[in-house]
């Protein structure tokens, strides 16, 4: 009798060994999304749209705080597991869509298995269960400890020092922050208040961003603070959050930010988000940083000696001109810095020009004569040098500052001060809440000024000299000499 196929592969099996192999993953790894000066940083395969962050602070700036953050995603490719930067704390459990989840270590990645792998375009949530370390090298930032509790400074490549996520601008998503503190301190973050709820010596407070934000731009303060109340241009509530004993020191500061949005407002329309204010942190850090809605001031900036006004002004107007280029308008890379910084540096010589008198033309001219030594030093603004590993805010070079606002000088010569400024307006507007790029910024000058200006962007940005001014044939860049330090985000140059 012939074989059934049945029959036969039975007899086949019988009469041949067979070892199974089960279907393995290979080894957890760091991923990114192809920042060419962060290359592990971000993770690909989903897109975050909302995090949801508890934190329990019980008093001390070097012990770890409790936390759990909550991850609302979606997926854009099939996924088996799921890459989340974190560097710094301890995880204790993950879950995804509620089921407990293996995890592991990679690199500055937290690398977790799901139960079943994932299809494109599926909603996810990713909870993560761990520590938030505020100890450790102060330097890479994260968390900052102030005189009475902590703040964050997270740029470029920190916020993963705190919270597990997508540490990159380029997913940008809506923040819920839920602090526990000891009922003596005041918290607040980014964003509007959204609750406040006493316990038994301590309190939760709750606060909601209205619009999508960067990682790298997330603030949470915890303190012995005052916050200040007053209102800004068309009704906007504005909170300053300051040391409760120096309320009155600053309060000279603090009353200027009114007018400086509505000056902003009339250089680039209105301003972009919920609330805005001053964080003034009883702490040295070497900078000042535009966290969103609640920017990051050094109490020294406004207390020390040799600072005058006119530079403070300008100070805290270069983090107001970073609410609309940088925070509502993000770099869609690393690479993209100079649209945020250069714009922030046009903005605060501009008003130091109207307000204090001092020429545009005196400073870009003096950038000018130090370009060359700068893209020498650390690249051309719109493809810089990659940071040294142990000190990424050498990011933040002159290059980026004055040299980036050079370039916005020269298109402004270029094409005219009313296409100019009808660009500036133009940008903040389409790509407002979102992530762009420099090809972006420059597809759109094109297309304002009615001519093709690649040949004159791919001098400006990319040259490894400076190319001539246009209007000013008899400016000159120095020969290349020793290059002038690191410039942290963001400080004005001293004034001398």
Request: net charge negative; glycine share 8%.
């Amino acid at each position: 009798m012939p074989l059934t196929s049945r029959r036969l592969r039975a007899a086949l099996l019988a009469a041949v060994p067979v070892t199974l192999v089960a279907a393995t993953l290979p080894a957890p790894e760091p991923l990114g999304v192809g920042d060419r000066l962060f290359p592990h940083l971000g993770n690909p395969g989903y897109d975050v749209l909302s995090y949801d962050i508890s934190l329990t602070y019980r008093g001390s700036s070097t012990e770890p705080l409790d936390a759990v953050t909550t991850i609302d995603a979606r997926t854009t490719a099939p996924l088996e597991r799921i890459n989340l930067d974190f560097a710094r704390g301890a995880v204790r459990s993950a879950e995804v869509n509620g089921l407990r989840s293996d995890f592991s270590d990679a690199g500055e990645d937290l690398v977790i298995g799901v139960p079943s792998r994932l299809p494109a375009g599926a909603p996810v949530r990713i909870t993560v269960r761990h520590t938030s370390d505020p100890s450790g090298d102060q330097a890479r930032g994260g968390w900052v400890p102030t005189a009475d509790g902590l703040a964050m400074a997270n740029q470029a490549d920190a916020a993963h020092r705190v919270f597990p996520g997508n540490d990159h601008p380029s997913d940008k998503a809506y923040f819920t922050f839920r602090v526990t503190a000891p009922k003596e301190l005041t918290v607040v973050a980014g964003g509007l208040p959204a609750g406040k709820r006493d316990h038994a010596g301590t309190t939760t407070w709750t606060y909601r961003t209205a619009h999508p934000m960067a990682t790298a731009l997330a603030q949470v303060s915890i303190g012995r603070s005052a916050v200040l109340h007053r209102t800004g241009p068309h009704g906007l509530p504005l909170r300053d959050v300051v040391p409760a004993a120096g309320r009155e020191e600053l309060e000279p500061w603090l009353r200027k930010t009114p007018a400086q949005l509505a000056w902003m407002e009339e250089q680039v329309g209105p301003y972009p988000f919920e609330t805005y204010g001053l964080l003034v942190a009883d702490t040295e850090t070497g900078f000042e940083l535009e966290t969103q809605t609640l920017s990051l001031f050094e109490r020294s900036l406004f207390t020390g000696a040799g600072y005058p006004e006119w530079y403070v002004d300008s100070v805290m107007v270069h983090e107001l001109a970073h609410q609309w280029f940088g925070n509502s308008v993000s770099p869609r890379s690393w690479s993209d810095l100079w649209l945020s910084e250069g714009h922030a540096t046009w903005y605060e010589v501009r008003y130091a020009e109207e307000h204090a008198q001092k020429p545009m033309e005196r400073r870009i001219r003096e950038a000018y004569a130090r370009s060359d030594t700068w893209r020498t030093a650390g690249g051309p603004p719109a493809r810089p040098d990659v940071p040294t590993s142990d000190h990424k805010i050498s990011l933040f070079r002159p290059v980026v500052y004055d040299g980036s606002a050079l370039v916005l000088y020269a298109l402004r010569e270029e094409i005219g001060e009313a296409a100019f400024d009808c660009l500036e307006r133009a940008w903040v507007r389409v790509h407002r809440n979102g992530s762009a790029t420099t090809a972006q910024f420059t597809s759109l000058a094109s297309r304002i000024a009615e001519r093709d200006l690649t040949e004159f962007f791919d001098g400006w940005l990319y040259g490894k000299k400076t190319p001539p001014m246009p209007g000013h044939p008899d400016w000159r860049s120095d020969t290349p000499r020793d290059p002038a330090g690191v410039q942290s985000p963001a400080r004005a140059p001293k004034p001398e």
